[in-house]
């Protein structure tokens, strides 16, 4: 084989989740309806966002952002997996699996601080609502929203840099359903102590970080809601954060135990379940948490459809 980028390896075999012949087709059925919703979910949203004048304001501008984030990302990792499930050997060239690597990598970190930055919205809008309009401008949001995107650029160029130093010699089945950081560090027949440390400071910082900001902005919030006095102010108030905070702690719940977790613990398989939610379901349930339970959405939903029936 010829020689590409320091590796003998021009592609890649991907495991996919399991090996069981008998859970190929429910697990294919079972994706690729999780994949249709994500898409349809993820699209309705932005189209309802772009279309409503109403819905024009700091919380759905990071809305959007996220929604289009879940789209893209859900589209990197989905595809893939679900060929994995109907093919006998799901092949990926080489530079296929580090294009993959690359986007995986550049919109998990960028919906990391995507998730912050909505938290912090909902700390201003709570804690401090008389400041609202001030502390989240139009440019602000943008310099906000432009720095998580800055984050995932960077942060997905060093992971992947890392993993091209790497020589694969002969071993290409990567036992995982898309190309991920650790089990290509499996397959390395040179050292990989220099990316272990890269990924335990730049993915530590990457969960950690947004995480204490995460959860400082909603232990102020927590505070506030104990000072309303109605019963429901309070529900009103809790209402508005309670599913973004679902969402974070599934997110980055899974993210910590496949990333931050010892090398020796668990198994490759255990990785496999973890990534499944916050590749595949966290996507498919950010636009519902967001929508079903809110009222400006289902109002702007309306006033879609009574639209294109008048038209």
């Given at each position: 084989?010829?020689?590409?980028?320091?590796?003998?390896?021009?592609?890649?075999?991907?495991?996919?989740?399991?090996?069981?012949?008998?859970?190929?087709?429910?697990?294919?059925?079972?994706?690729l309806v999780m994949y249709m919703i994500t898409t349809l979910g993820n699209l309705a949203l932005i189209i309802l966002i772009v279309l409503n004048s109403h819905l024009h304001n700091p919380m759905?501008?990071?809305?959007?952002?996220?929604s289009c984030i879940d789209l893209f990302y859900s589209s990197v990792i989905t595809p893939k997996m679900l060929m994995n499930f109907m093919l006998k050997k799901n092949i990926i060239s080489y530079i296929g699996c580090m294009t993959q690597l690359y986007f995986f990598c550049f919109f998990v970190i960028t919906e990391c601080y995507v998730l912050t930055v909505m938290a912090y919205d909902r700390y201003v809008a709570i804690c401090n609502p008389l400041l609202y309009n001030i502390a989240l401008s139009p440019k602000v949001c943008s310099c906000l929203m432009l720095s998580s995107y800055l984050m995932g650029f960077l942060d997905a160029m060093i992971h992947t840099g890392?993993?091209?130093?790497?020589?694969?010699?002969?071993?290409n089945i990567v036992n995982h359903y898309f190309c991920d950081v650790l089990p290509l560090l499996q397959l390395s027949c040179t050292s990989t102590y220099?990316?272990?440390?890269?990924i335990f400071i730049v993915g530590g910082k990457?969960?950690?970080?947004?995480?204490?900001?995460?959860?400082?902005?909603?232990g102020f919030i927590l505070s506030s809601i104990l000072k309303i006095r109605s019963t429901e102010g309070r529900s009103k108030a809790f209402?508005?954060?309670?599913?973004?905070?679902?969402?974070?702690?599934l997110f980055f719940g899974s993210c910590a135990f496949m990333y931050l977790k010892?090398?020796?613990?668990?198994?490759?398989?255990?990785?496999?379940?973890?990534?499944?939610?916050?590749?595949?379901?966290?996507?498919?349930?950010?636009?519902?948490?967001?929508?079903?339970?809110?009222?400006?959405?289902?109002?702007?939903?309306?006033?879609?459809?009574?639209?294109?029936?008048?038209?």
């Amino acid at each position: 084989m010829a020689l590409t980028n320091g590796s003998w390896v021009t592609e890649f075999i991907l495991v996919g989740l399991t090996g069981q012949p008998d859970l190929q087709i429910p697990l294919f059925l079972l994706f690729l309806v999780m994949y249709m919703i994500t898409t349809l979910g993820n699209l309705a949203l932005i189209i309802l966002i772009v279309l409503n004048s109403h819905l024009h304001n700091p919380m759905y501008f990071f809305l959007f952002n996220l929604s289009c984030i879940d789209l893209f990302y859900s589209s990197v990792i989905t595809p893939k997996m679900l060929m994995n499930f109907m093919l006998k050997k799901n092949i990926i060239s080489y530079i296929g699996c580090m294009t993959q690597l690359y986007f995986f990598c550049f919109f998990v970190i960028t919906e990391c601080y995507v998730l912050t930055v909505m938290a912090y919205d909902r700390y201003v809008a709570i804690c401090n609502p008389l400041l609202y309009n001030i502390a989240l401008s139009p440019k602000v949001c943008s310099c906000l929203m432009l720095s998580s995107y800055l984050m995932g650029f960077l942060d997905a160029m060093i992971h992947t840099g890392c993993v091209l130093r790497l020589t694969f010699c002969d071993g290409n089945i990567v036992n995982h359903y898309f190309c991920d950081v650790l089990p290509l560090l499996q397959l390395s027949c040179t050292s990989t102590y220099v990316n272990e440390i890269e990924i335990f400071i730049v993915g530590g910082k990457d969960i950690i970080v947004p995480t204490f900001i995460v959860f400082t902005s909603y232990g102020f919030i927590l505070s506030s809601i104990l000072k309303i006095r109605s019963t429901e102010g309070r529900s009103k108030a809790f209402s508005t954060c309670s599913s973004h905070i679902i969402a974070v702690s599934l997110f980055f719940g899974s993210c910590a135990f496949m990333y931050l977790k010892p090398s020796s613990a668990g198994s490759m398989d255990e990785g496999k379940v973890s990534s499944v939610f916050y590749n595949i379901v966290v996507p498919m349930l950010n636009p519902l948490i967001y929508s079903l339970r809110n009222k400006d959405v289902k109002l702007a939903l309306k006033r879609t459809l009574k639209r294109w029936k008048i038209s």
